[in-house]
Each structure stands twice: as structure tokens, then as C-alpha cells.
């Protein structure tokens, strides 16, 4: 397993960001509930700047190549869990099949509960942005955002969409859900990054 717990380096000598609070639990937060999903008619597209638009289910989705990651979470809310094993397919993968237009910048995900959060590309193509579906070996509980979601360690957790269906390639820099309503673009959780 890779363990990428000590990415904080780059940026502070503390594992623990400022103003977080650790804890052992994993809460549960979402906008509006969990969504239900059918496995046979979910689909997980990839559109936008790109060569290849190109859709998969879930079972095509999870014969990509997958690794597992133990990274830290941090809620903008405020609490921290370290130590969390995510298994996934690196984010690079997709757009290795995707052949992503030279123009493309950023990154939208979209997600079955409405949510949508904007990356910029290079931050993307870190080696710890995952399509995770598994969590501590088990499959990825619904409500933490099976069967499908994204995780960003080296932002707070909202930049990571769960129930993540799609990804659309962006020439211009576009706001996510809680980007539009105060929250950073930026969310880097050592500078503080909540507020916009
Ligand atoms: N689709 C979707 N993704 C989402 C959210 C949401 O409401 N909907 N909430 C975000 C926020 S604010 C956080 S902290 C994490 C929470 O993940 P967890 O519920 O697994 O702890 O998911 C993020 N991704
Ligand atoms: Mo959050």
C-alpha cells in the first residue's frame, strides 16, 4: 500500500492543518442526503475537452487498474481523520483514455446528488486524486459516497465529489456548489483556505 500521509511536508511541518481537530470517527457529510443508484443503469462519463469521450459501468470501471492509499481526510468544518485506506483508479488513468485537449485547464465533477466541485488539471494529476470505491477494504459505504467517489488529500474534502458520475473537461475555470456559496476555489488546508 502507498502511503501518502506525509504529502503535508510540502507544505507545513504539521500533519494536523491549522484549526483542524483530529478525530477516530468517520462523519458523514453531505448537502442533502445520500442518493440511490441502480448498477445497471449507472454510468460514469467523461466529456468535455477531450479526443475520447467515452462511458463506463461500474463493473468496466472497476477492472481499470486500481491501487490503494493511505491518506489523511480534512473537513472544512473542522475535524481531520488520519490514516484512511482508499482503493481507486489515479485519476492520470482517465485521462490517459480520455486524451485530454491541449486547451483544457480545469476539471468539473458532477455527482448524482447535484453536487459539482472545479479542480484545476495539474492539480488532478497528483498521484492521490482517486475514483475510490473501496474503503478499509470494503466496499465504499453509501454514504460515504458509493459507489463511486473522488478524494483530494491535499485539499479539504469538499474539492472530493462523492457519488462522482462525471468528469468534464474545462478550457475556462468554472465554480463548484459550495465554491459559489463562500467556500475557497483553493482549499489548501495548511494556508487555511476555507472562505473565499
Ligand atoms: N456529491 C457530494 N460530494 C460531497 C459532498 C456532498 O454533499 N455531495 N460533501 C463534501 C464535503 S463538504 C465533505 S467534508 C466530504 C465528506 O465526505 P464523508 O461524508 O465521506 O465524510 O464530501 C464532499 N463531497
Ligand atoms: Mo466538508
Redesign the pocket.
Same mark, same amino acid.
Given at each position: 500500500m502507498k502511503d501518502v500521509t506525509d504529502l503535508y511536508q510540502s507544505y507545513s511541518d504539521d500533519r494536523l492543518p491549522p484549526g483542524q481537530r483530529e478525530t477516530d470517527r468517520?462523519?458523514?457529510?453531505?448537502?442533502?442526503g445520500t442518493p440511490s443508484w441502480n448498477p445497471s443503469e449507472w454510468a460514469f462519463e467523461v466529456w468535455g475537452a477531450v479526443e475520447e469521450q467515452f462511458s463506463l459501468s461500474y463493473d468496466e470501471f472497476c477492472e481499470l487498474p486500481s491501487e490503494t492509499q493511505l491518506q489523511d481526510?480534512h473537513? #472544512?468544518?473542522g475535524w481531520s481523520k488520519f490514516d484512511c485506506q482508499f482503493t481507486g483508479v489515479r485519476f492520470e488513468t482517465i485521462t490517459e483514455r480520455a486524451e485530454v485537449a491541449d486547451d483544457a485547464v480545469h476539471v468539473m465533477f458532477h455527482?448524482?446528488?447535484g453536487?459539482t466541485t472545479d479542480l484545476t488539471l495539474e492539480e488532478c494529476m497528483r498521484e492521490e486524486v482517486l475514483f475510490v470505491y473501496e474503503y478499509d477494504g470494503e466496499e465504499l459505504p453509501a454514504?460515504?459516497?458509493g459507489p463511486l467517489?473522488v478524494v483530494t488529500p491535499h485539499k479539504?474534502?469538499?474539492k472530493?465529489?462523492?457519488? #462522482?458520475t462525471g468528469v468534464e473537461f474545462l478550457t475556462e475555470h468554472e465554480l463548484g456548489y459550495?465554491e459559489r456559496r463562500g467556500y475557497s476555489d483553493t482549499a489548501n488546508p495548511w494556508n487555511e483556505e476555507r472562505y473565499s
Open positions: 468517520f462523519p458523514v457529510l453531505s448537502k442533502s481526510f473537513c #472544512v468544518t455527482a448524482l446528488d453536487y454514504d460515504h459516497g467517489r479539504y474534502a469538499y472530493g465529489a462523492k457519488w #462522482v459550495w
